[in-house]
T-cell receptor, first 114, second 114 residues
């Protein structure tokens, strides 16, 4: 059972455009939603994270939008740059007993064309 | 650089063998998580240790085991290796026991089983 569904699988955006990646989750016990960026040959790097008590969080060119009722969250990359070309993973986890690490989406391969 | 170190970077071994992967967490972090990344399964949580004690278990095979030592470094032991165990293995560390705190990933160990 895939608990976090991520789309699209791949995305091509022109330089300066907005990249949008979407995720949906099933487990209502999830209460922490990070995004990770991974370059080839490297480990995932924490980009930005949100908790369900807010609907939006912005850090520089990166924004997470969160819709608790729809159980969806998305990553927006404004003014996308070629250096943003990477694979992006959404993830979710829950606090308390039975916590079991991060549950990841399948990833989105993002290419920013110059 | 996340501050998490992993050795070795690459490992090539034969089916049926046993290997040990090593991870040193960021300074001050007490939790260590192990994840497996493969093309078909994506990033999957294996196991978590917090301050020397097993905290949570994910999709870890019985042939795999881990431990965390008093100096907080961790080792993941993989035995009776099969071709399907070929993957990237990441460890991540966090300051707290809860998986809802920021996890920082190491550069990974690429395991190839021939």
């Amino acid at each position: 059972q895939q608990q976090v569904k991520q789309s699209p699988q791949s995305l091509i955006v022109q330089k300066g455009g907005i990249s949008i990646i979407n995720c949906a989750y099933e487990n209502t016990a999830f209460d922490y939603f990070p995004w990770y960026q991974q370059f080839p040959g490297k480990g995932p790097a924490l980009l930005i994270a949100i908790r369900p008590d807010v609907s939006e969080k912005k850090e520089g060119r990166f924004t997470i939008s969160f819709n608790k009722s729809a159980k969806q969250f998305s990553l927006h990359i404004m003014d996308s740059q070629p250096g943003d070309s990477a694979t992006y993973f959404c993830a979710a986890s829950k606090a308390g007993g039975g916590a079991d690490g991060l549950t990841f989406g399948k990833g989105t391969h993002l290419i920013i064309q110059p | 650089d996340s501050g998490v170190t992993q050795t070795p970077k690459h490992l090539i071994t034969a089916t049926g063998q046993r290997v040990t992967l090593r991870c040193s967490p960021r300074s001050g972090d007490l939790s260590v998580y192990w994840y497996q990344q493969s093309l078909d399964q994506g990033l999957q949580f294996l196991i978590q240790y917090y301050n020397g004690e097993e905290r949570a278990k994910g999709n870890i095979l019985e042939r795999f085991s881990a431990q965390q030592f008093p100096d907080l470094h961790s080792e993941l032991n993989l035995s009776s290796l099969e071709l399907g165990d070929s993957a990237l293995y990441f460890c991540a560390s966090s300051v707290d026991a809860s998986s809802t705190y920021e996890q920082y990933f190491g550069p990974g160990t690429r395991l190839t089983v021939t």
